[in-house]
């Protein structure tokens, strides 16, 4: 029997059926045949599995019973062919993908020139080939983040850049640099701004963990009923939201490098036992998880509060305490480190000098009033202060009327010859400082000083007289 007519095609209609079913169904993609009404004739096995249907049920129904927004109705209407056009399943059609939006052609279906029908391909297969070649150009992009991110942090954090003269500061740096070089526990501590974050990367990036990722968590700003699920990570259809193929937690994400847990102090009292438990045994285990999952990461904390005492307070586990506390590093507050607090101000100064490409410098008196504050939120605050004045300056001088008058008023009080020991002189000094600055602050004008001090003109002039106060009156 001759297989072939005379345009090479199959002359057998049964042969052709057979070999048409067998492409169908060898297709990764999703095919379907609909009749001029509408009506499917056909589909194939894989459609029907993205569509969670059989053939058995597809065929004889019509094209939107199936895909309520199907366009396959048209197609012999209108003849039109459509290419790598783009369908939106509705999120509510019970689809087995994550995804709605699918590439798709349709076709109209002739014979002897007449549409009997259509035919439409669902190209799961572009799909996967399109998408395995983005996410391989993201990883590509990620690898590429990922290198300069190290690169930056390792060059900003390295123990080099961290600022800091005073006899004290410069023995802790020594105990970090010695913490750099092994894999022990780091309990840090200090006021807020005192540097811990810059002591905990510096320490991180001078190890030989330095090319492992450095994963932060601030215990204080995640939620309690979450912070499990941020450190341990979580099985698909663990809980409500759980998100599909689940997610890994933080200690996975760090391991073979360092978890910094800030505010470890906030740490939740049942969350400080999962933790201890991560220490001892250097596993972990996913929440809706059987399977325990080794780690390996050093852990450095950091708190501003007094842990011995949130210990002896039934706070803090007194176990956990110790096993975080191996290497203490105390940081000191700025106020105690004297001879820093003009280092990091012209440090920051010169920052911003290089930066808006100008020269301007600190007055003496303006020095003095940093040297005399107290910081109380040290070094970040010192550079905001210096952010601030940088901002106001004219001449190229900060002087005291570009600093707060807060942190003028207080470095007066601090300054204020405490040997005089008479409450009235104190009083007086104290007093005269204050009309001071804000004359200074209202540019000399006594009507505008006296309004911003609460008080009468009358009493203002008064008291200047009193405090031998001259200015030309405005
Ligand atoms: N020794 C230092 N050398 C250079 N910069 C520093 C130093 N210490 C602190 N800084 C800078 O001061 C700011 C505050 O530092 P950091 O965030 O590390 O403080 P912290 O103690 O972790 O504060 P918090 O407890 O509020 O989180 C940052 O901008 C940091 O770059």
Redesign the pocket.
């Known amino acids: 029997m001759n297989l072939f007519n005379k345009n090479n095609r199959i002359n057998n209609p049964e042969l052709y059926i057979s070999v048409y079913d067998e492409i169908l169904d060898m297709s990764e993609d999703g095919f379907l045949v609909v009749d001029k009404n509408g009506i499917i004739i056909d589909i194939n096995k894989t459609y029907c599995t993205f569509l969670r249907t059989t053939r058995e049920k597809s065929i004889g129904i019509h094209v939107k019973e199936l895909i309520p927004n199907s366009k396959m109705d048209e197609i012999p209407n209108t003849g039109l062919k459509e290419t790598n056009v783009v369908h939106t399943f509705s999120e509510n059609q019970n689809i087995n993908a994550d995804k709605f939006v699918w590439v798709t052609s349709r076709s109209p279906v002739k014979k002897d020139n007449e549409i009997i029908g259509a035919v439409a391909q669902i190209k799961f297969k572009l799909q996967t080939i399109n998408l395995a070649q983005k996410i391989k150009n993201q990883d590509n992009e990620l690898q590429y983040y990922k290198n300069e991110l190290h690169r930056l942090g390792s060059s900003k954090y390295s123990m080099q ?4 003269k005073d006899e004290k500061f410069v023995s802790i740096k020594n105990i970090a640099k010695k913490a750099s070089k092994n894999d022990f526990p780091v309990l840090l501590t ?10 905990s990367n510096s320490i991180h990036y001078a190890s030989n963990r330095k090319n492992q990722p450095l994963i932060r968590i601030n215990c204080a700003a995640i939620p309690s009923e979450l912070l499990e699920s941020e450190l341990f990570g979580y099985e698909e259809g663990s809980f409500t939201g759980a998100k599909k193929g689940g997610r890994k937690g933080k200690f996975e994400l760090g391991n073979k490098g360092t978890v910094f847990l ?1 505010e470890i102090g906030d740490m939740p009292f049942n969350m400080q036992a999962k933790l201890l438990r991560v220490l001892q045994e250097k596993e972990i285990e996913r929440i809706g998880g059987y399977k325990t999952i080794p780690i390996d990461v050093r852990i450095i904390a ?1 708190t ?1 509060q007094d842990l011995w005492k949130m210990v002896k307070e039934g706070k803090f586990r007194e176990d956990l305490f110790y096993r975080l506390n191996v290497i203490n590093i105390q ?1 000191p507050p700025l106020r105690d480190r004297k001879d820093d607090i003009l280092l990091f101000a012209q440090k920051f100064l010169n920052d911003l000098n290089r930066k808006y490409k100008k020269n301007i410098t600190i007055s003496s008196e303006a020095k003095e009033c940093l040297l005399n504050h107290r910081w109380p939120g ?3 605050e010192l ?1 905001n202060i210096i952010e601030g004045a940088f901002a106001l300056v004219e001449n190229d001088v900060i002087d005291l009327s570009h600093l707060p008058s807060n942190i003028v008023m207080h470095s007066r009080i601090n300054k204020i010859d405490t040997k005089k020991n008479k409450f009235a002189d104190l009083i007086t000094d104290y007093e005269r400082n204050i009309i001071l600055d804000y004359l200074r602050k209202n540019k000399y004008n006594c009507c505008k000083c006296a309004k911003d001090l609460g008080i009468h003109r009358s009493t203002l002039y008064k008291k200047m007289e009193k405090l031998n106060i001259e200015i030309e009156r405005k």
Do not use: L, S, W, Y
């Not at 006021?191 to 002591?199: D, L, Q, S, Y």
């Open positions: 850049n961290i600022i800091g200090g006021e807020t701004g005192t540097g811990k974050e810059v002591f800030d950091a501003h940081i040290n070094i970040r550079n």
